[in-house]
């Protein structure tokens, strides 16, 4: 059905609680959002932290660079999320990823993201929509302590919800640039692993669904993490992880504008298709997705106040026994007129020689959130441990 189906984009593209004041809402609107979707459970039960994390099979995401520090010498790992559940019963995102260390100071990894929209009946179709992106990364050590990494990524995404519209599948390149520090520092008697992090992804292309008469931003997004990971003795250890993260999107203009600028009273809510033309006149959609790069930094209607309100990101923990076990619990925040995503996060893990199995749940912060109760749930192989349980060092 239509109504299902907007339905589901609704609850996709927005995934916070109805806000009532349209002129003070004002998220970054973007097109693809199932590539801002924490696809892993580690990262998912700390507050969808990853930016500067220690290395694991699912840095491919949060931040390609940190492979040459991965410990393993190739892994491969398989996620699975089933979304927004408060609201329909059949979406889902999977997530595979794998790495490849070369030599001693450069690896190579790829990943693969899917998100199906579940079945949909239009009429007399029935249809099936959804999103994939392909990419594949090089990250390199610059230092000992230092390392950079490049991907490129491909982006399909068919939303068509009936076949008699003019409304096609739309595709779109992208690349992300990352670099990653990594050194350890001495507070008071204790060897701590410090991480600093930065990730800008999804650097590309515009996306169309009707043949490019009109287009949408791709979800760019500023990436900056720290993490700091304790020992407590012998077997022990603890870790605090923050991540801030930035739309590099421009900030559409709101109604309140469109009201203002064409003299309408300002609580007049009827003229929401003249707003639409007006939209196309004041040349945002016209914009370079490199232009709004740098115009997402001082465009907001409300000014520097409103930009500071466009930061979101999150805080973590992470408390590990024996490197076998670990429990995870975390933050994230985002302001009730960008979004409204604020929830609180909790998981654990638990790890074997040749794979480790991790959770992750959500609990909302904020009232009739469509992400509360999502379940992550992520299986990861050691390649290396595989090859010594077949004896074939």
Not at 89 to 98: E, M, P, Q, S
Not at 225 to 236: H, K, Q, W
Not at 370 to 375: E, G, I, K, V
Request: proline share 4%.
């Amino acid at each position: 059905m239509k109504n299902r189906i907007y339905l589901t984009l609704l609850g996709l593209m927005l995934m916070l609680p109805v806000v009532a004041q349209k002129d003070i809402f004002n998220p970054v609107y973007t097109g693809v959002t199932s590539l801002s979707i924490a696809p892993d459970a580690r990262a998912g039960a700390m507050g969808d932290v990853g930016c500067a994390t220690d290395a694991d099979v699912n840095s491919q995401y949060w931040n390609p660079a940190k492979y040459p520090f991965n410990i393993a010498r190739a892994g491969a790992s398989l996620s699975y999320t089933p979304w927004l559940r408060q609201l329909v019963k059949d979406i889902d995102l999977a997530y595979v990823t794998g790495f490849y260390r070369v030599g001693d100071y450069s690896a190579i990894s790829s990943s693969l993201t899917y998100f199906s929209l579940g079945e949909v009946t239009a009429d007399e179709y029935t249809i099936k929509p959804y999103e994939f992106a392909l990419d594949v990364a090089y990250s390199r050590m610059l230092s000992e302590t230092f390392s950079a990494a490049v991907a490129l990524r491909f982006i399909y995404s068919d939303l068509q919800y009936n076949y008699e519209e003019d409304i096609t599948p739309g595709n779109a390149f992208a690349a992300d640039v990352a670099m990653y520090y990594n050194n350890y520092v001495i507070m008071g008697n204790r060897e701590c692993l410090l991480g600093l992090g930065m990730n800008v992804s999804n650097i590309g292309s515009k996306i169309s669904y009707d043949g490019g008469s009109t287009n949408q931003f791709l979800p760019t997004n500023l990436r900056l993490g720290a993490s700091l990971l304790m020992p407590i003795d012998e077997y022990n250890t603890i870790s605090f992880s923050v991540d801030l993260n930035k739309l590099l999107v421009p900030t559409r203009p709101t109604y309140s504008q469109f009201l203002a600028e064409e003299g309408y009273p300002a609580d007049d809510n009827s003229r929401y298709s003249e707003y639409q033309t007006w939209l196309e006149s004041t040349g945002y959609n016209d914009i370079s997705p490199i232009s709004g790069i740098f115009k997402s930094f001082s465009d907001a209607p409300g000014g520097f106040s409103e930009e500071l309100k466009e930061i979101y990101g999150g805080i973590g923990v992470e408390y590990c026994y024996n490197n076998q076990f670990s429990l995870r619990g975390g933050y994230h925040y985002e302001n009730e007129f960008k979004g409204n995503r604020k929830y609180y996060t909790l998981g654990a893990g638990f790890k074997m020689n040749v794979f480790s199995l991790d959770a992750a749940y959500l609990i909302s912060a904020a009232q009739s959130n469509p992400l509360d109760q999502t379940l992550r749930f992520t299986l990861s192989f050691d390649m290396d441990g595989l090859r010594d349980m077949l004896g074939r060092r």
